[in-house]
């Protein structure tokens, strides 16, 4: 299950209320049979050895090793929650190679906060985009939307869009 949006969205802050991450785990979290997946998790492992590393040098090693860890457990069979921008296709489309390997679909929650929004969350929690790359972001993400939509979101068994009120009311994610 990935669970995509823009930037500020709201993705980690729904794992955080459905799975009560507290936001400094660097590992991560089991949940049963299931591997909860958030980018900070990474981001507060990679945190302790760059120190004042630039963001732009940090990024990429951050992303990487978030990527490689829902493979990992992906390819491990564990069922899977994870937080994913969902505005790289290629990578959706790897993700989706790899669940089919192992028998699995991947199955979509689609946070559609109007950019706006999005973006002051991303000022409430002080990780800010640059413009260009927010910008990048938003004409990436409306089109996947409209694909949810219509039903023809390629890479997805399922896919689901929630605006944030919605999302506030999703009590649980489970796979039975």
Not at 18 to 28: F, S
Not at 34 to 62: C, E, F, H, K, M
């Amino acid at each position: 299950m990935l669970v995509a949006g823009l930037p500020g969205a709201g993705k980690s802050t729904l794992l955080e209320r459905l799975y009560g991450l507290r936001g400094d785990e660097t590992l991560p979290v089991p949940a049963g049979r299931t591997r909860v997946i958030d980018s900070r998790q990474a981001r507060n492992w990679w945190g302790r050895y760059l120190g004042p590393l630039p963001p732009r040098a940090r990024v990429p090693l951050i992303y990487t090793t978030h990527v490689w860890r829902i493979a990992r457990a992906v390819l491990e069979g564990r069922d899977v929650v994870a937080h994913t921008r969902g505005t790289w296709p290629r990578l959706l489309h790897a993700f989706a190679w790899l669940a089919r390997r192992r028998g699995g679909d991947v199955h979509m929650i689609l946070l559609d906060v109007d950019p706006v929004t999005a973006r002051a969350g991303q000022f409430r929690r002080g990780r800010v985009l640059t413009e260009a790359t927010y910008r990048r972001h938003c004409r990436r993400w409306r089109p996947l939307v409209e694909r949810a939509r219509t039903g023809t979101h390629p890479h997805a068994a399922s896919v689901t869009v929630l605006d944030r009120s919605a999302a506030d009311l999703l009590k649980a994610i489970r796979f039975d």
